[in-house]
């Protein structure tokens, strides 16, 4: 079992910055990528940007060159930095962990926190 708590969010204006922490406990040692996600009001559910335990990172467009997603082995924890905060990028966000155990993947998630940026 993989548990994340989600920390950092909150309410921002516009072209402001926020970090968001998710930090992961239990069978940590088979984490392997880490996911950051979002879902604004009325939207499906988007996958903001990943990081895989080689450091292999993607990002989607809509939050490349403000966004940056970085892991914290030592201390079990990804963040999440944004920069040029946009009123679109209000959405409820959540952090997911893959774990593998030989054959079987699991996919855990937080429970999420709530980002608001006012225009």
């Known amino acids: 079992q993989v548990q994340l708590v989600e920390s950092g969010g909150g309410l921002v204006q516009a072209g402001g910055s926020l970090r968001l922490s998710c930090a992961a406990s239990g069978s940590i040692f088979s984490i392997k990528t880490m996911y950051w996600h979002r879902q604004a009001p009325g939207k499906q559910r988007e996958l903001v940007a990943y990081?895989?335990?080689?450091?292999?990172?993607d990002y989607a467009d809509s939050v490349k060159g403000r966004f940056t997603i970085s892991r914290d082995n030592a201390k079990n924890t990804v963040y999440l930095q944004m920069n040029s905060l946009e009123p679109e990028d209000t959405a409820v966000y959540s952090c997911a962990a893959d774990q593998i155990k030989g054959a079987l993947l699991t996919r855990y998630w937080g429970q999420g926190t709530q980002v608001t940026v006012s225009s």
């Open positions: 990081i895989s335990s080689t450091g292999t990172i």
